[in-house]
């Protein structure tokens, strides 16, 4: 999965290094070599456009490829029923573009509003080029927070109907592995790609005027963060809530029974274990990065590790800089 993920990566960073070589070659051709030098500076160092870019839709192009897959991999560690094809759909929606228009068009148009309101750099074609960028970016974000949420919601159904869930007698591990994997994956990729996204949003060359404007490039982190952190902790609460659930009614049943039954009950709780040991606790090995990378985040802006982020928040309260 690792892998795939690195072949998504690789790809787009291929996709936006080309169109930032087209570009600054039509701005040399309409302007001057100056002109597309400063296009490609703005670009690739001021805003950080091949990280965003890359980790922005090299993250989209992942989660339509293996975010299918995740279906599969929750059928193949619960038992089939109402519930789990209820949340299995869900998951496969939340994988289609065209499921996302509810939250793609109205967050790229919030982010067309503020980026008309920033004040682009360079000539027509160049400040063409980067309102584009920018409003793609809100796109992708929009999409990515929409497969984030759906997820969450479908396993919020699993855990309202408890009741109707199972986990399978007989399964392989390597559901449960992929699962958690695709968790961590994606949430490191997202948290990296909003650090990156509102980095380079504050050192790009923006002619902004008005501090409304200027506290609106906080925007990415309002959006989309809190829904990142929670994607990778709420499924893997969810099975563990069902799972001491299960395992709750099992020593009641327990308590209750008579000897012939009680052997049935103790294999029943020692898989039980099995598998509470494989779900792991929301904070583990696969998890630790992407947690470790929004610490990092909170940090920098907490203790003014960065001084990019600190002039900015300075610059918002209208606090001179020391």
Known sequence: MIIVAFR????????????????????????????????????????????????????????TTQGRRLSLDVDGVLEPS???????????????????????????????VLTAGYG?????????????????IYYVGGFLLFHFVEVILSFHTLLERQDDVQFRRVY?????????NYLAIT???????????????????????SRLFMASLTAPLILFLPGTLLYNYYPRYVLRKILQYKVFNTMQRLGGTDDPDA??????????????????????????????????????????NDPTVRAFVLKVLGTPAP
Not at 14 to 35: E, F, K, P, Q, Y
Not at 82 to 111: C, E, F, M, Q
Not at 264 to 290: C, G, M, W
Request: proline fraction near 3%.
């Open 187 to 209: 949430t490191a990729l997202g948290i990296a790609g909003i650090y990156a996204g509102f980095r380079g949003t504050l050192t790009a060359p923006f002619a902004i005027e």
């Open 263 to 304: 052997r049935t009950l103790v294999i029943e709780l020692r898989e039980n274990a099995v598998l509470n040991s494989q779900i792991l606790p929301f904070l583990d090995y696969k998890s630790l990065p992407s947690y470790l990378l929004a610490v990092f985040f909170a940090l920098s802006l907490a203790f003014n």
């Open 82 to 112: 109402n519930t789990i094809a209820d949340a299995v759909k869900r998951i496969n929606a939340a994988t289609w573009h065209r499921s996302a228009l509810r939250y793609t068009v109205p967050i790229t148009l919030i982010g067309a």
């Open 120 to 136: 682009l750099p360079g000539g027509w074609v160049a400040a063409t080029f980067t309102y584009l960028a920018v409003c793609s």
């Open 172 to 180: 392989s591990p390597i559901h449960l592995e992929n699962l958690t």
């Open 8 to 63: 998504c990566l690789a790809r787009q960073l291929v996709v936006i290094s080309g169109a930032l070589v087209v570009v600054a070659g039509l701005v040399w051709l309409t302007a001057d070599r100056a002109a597309a030098l400063r296009l490609l500076e703005t670009g690739v160092v001021d805003m950080n456009g091949l990280w965003v870019w890359t980790l922005g839709y090299g993250l989209a192009s992942f989660v």
